[in-house]
């Protein structure tokens, strides 16, 4: 399994290109510039799986014609400028629908990926991370060295605290890709991130 990031746009939104053999999925495709990619690798996208439902995070998914994946809390934001904030910075991004809303912590069997979804609200209540083998993809709930926002509509900060330590019973040497910033190692969070160490 491949992981190929790709940094979208003014906010620099991190999407994620997933691929097994000629097949791949796509986490959180945040423009255009990710449907580009894909048709220079030559890749067979079966998926797209959003990690929650802000327009900086599900812009390019009008892009492709495949199965979208998204928690049913944040489903509304798919289809809703209001609700994804686009209209708040002059936009108005439209993704088709979502094909399939997951409501709980669950596993995924796509292709020949195998993902389990942790439920991880506090960004948004649909936030979610995504384990595939030992790669884990966390979107706005956790960054190199610090957090999402939970000030945005649908955030809460407690909720957030719980979710970051669900993460942290995780095993320490995953991978961390989030949706913004570096890649990292949970364990280096762990040990320095200051909004997991004032919990542990």
């Known amino acids: 399994m491949d992981v190929i990031r790709i940094v979208n746009g003014e906010l620099e939104t991190n999407s994620y290109l997933i691929v097994a053999g000629k097949e791949a999925i796509v986490i959180d495709p945040a423009t255009q510039m990710v449907k580009t990619k894909v048709d220079d690798l030559g890749v067979d996208v079966i998926a797209i ?14 892009f492709f014609s495949v199965p979208i994946y998204i928690h049913t809390l944040d489903a509304a934001m798919l289809t809703d400028p209001n609700l994804n904030l686009s209209i708040h910075f002059s936009l108005s991004i439209v993704s088709p629908p979502g094909d399939y809303a997951f409501s709980e912590d669950e596993r995924l069997n796509i292709g020949p990926f195998d993902i389990e979804v942790i439920h991880t609200p506090g960004h948004t209540l649909g936030s979610v991370s995504l384990l595939i083998d030992h790669a884990l993809f966390t979107g706005d709930t956790l960054f190199k060295g610090s957090i999402g926002r939970t000030d945005l509509p649908g955030g809460d900060y ?30 280096d969070e762990l040990e320095s991130n200051p909004f997991l160490c004032e919990l542990l």
């Open 158 to 187: 407690e909720a957030m605290q719980s979710s970051l330590l669900k993460l942290a019973s995780l095993s320490g040497d995953l991978m961390v890709y989030p949706g913004h910033g570096e890649i990292t190692v949970l364990k």
């Open 49 to 62: 799986v959003n990690t929650h439902g802000h327009f900086d995070h599900i812009g390019g998914n009008q």
